[in-house]
């Protein structure tokens, strides 16, 4: 067990636990997360005050992560051989899919510092290697960059232009924002997931699209 990870999940609820578990759709992988078994009984209020202060968002896969690890590893021509940046990377179960699936160099971005500490022990416990960022570099451009389940802060809309930019192609994956019309995305999948363990959210949250972007996309808007 991660002695790193216990102490800042129960920074945020003293009660709480981890166990290593692989999310139902990536079974390859394994992961730190939060242990629903040992939580009896519904969070006192001073607890529910403590999840929103500081949220322990990498302790979950979230219902999009799922589905983008899943893309990524079914279809590893995306990333082999690329250098792949993933954004509000959580558990790093994006990165850690990247990185199986044979991408050169990996970074995985949290504005959170626990779950720079978490990627890097699911890092380890996949025996991938990962690198850790708070903020992107605005030197590089990368050829991939990854994002799931970012959008549930809707400021976060403002980067999708940005990352389209600065990336040959990026992926991204969210439930949370239904119709989504951002200029050189493209809609490339719909698919089921949960977030694992599991928070029962509403269903429509369960409900995953994958958009890409790609400069092609823009030159064939171009060329209308
Ligand atoms: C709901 S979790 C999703 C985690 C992971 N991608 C997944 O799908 O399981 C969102 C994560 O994004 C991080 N985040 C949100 N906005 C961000 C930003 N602009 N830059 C970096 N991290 C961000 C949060 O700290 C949090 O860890």
Not at 24 to 34: D, G, S, T
Request: glycine content about 6%; aromatic content about 8%.
């Amino acid at each position: 067990m991660s002695d790193l990870l216990l102490p800042l999940l129960q920074r945020t609820l003293p009660r709480s636990a981890l166990r290593v578990a692989a999310p139902p759709l990536i079974p390859e992988v394994r992961l730190y997360l939060f242990d629903p078994a040992v939580m009896e009984g519904p969070l006192s209020h001073d607890e529910a005050q403590a999840v929103v202060a500081e949220p322990a968002y990498w302790s979950f896969c979230w219902a999009s992560g799922q589905v983008l690890a899943r893309y990524i590893l079914d279809h590893p021509e995306l990333v082999a051989g690329k250098t792949v940046w993933d954004i509000g990377t959580g558990s790093g179960l994006a990165a850690i899919a990247a990185a199986l699936a044979g991408a050169s160099v990996v970074l995985a971005c949290d504005l959170d510092s626990a779950a720079q500490v978490a990627v890097g022990e699911n890092a380890a416990l996949n025996g991938v290697r990962v690198r850790v960022c708070e903020t992107l570099p605005t030197a590089d451009n990368p050829d991939v960059i990854t994002a799931a389940d970012v959008l549930y802060d809707r400021d976060n809309l403002q980067w999708l232009p940005e990352w389209r930019d600065k990336a040959s192609k990026v992926l991204l994956a969210d439930s949370r924002v239904r119709n989504l019309a951002a200029p050189g995305y493209e809609l490339k999948k719909t698919a089921s997931g949960r977030t694992f363990p599991d928070l029962n959210e509403f269903d429509e949250f369960n409900e995953v699209r994958i958009y890409e972007s790609g400069r092609h996309i823009q030159d064939e808007k171009k060329g209308d």
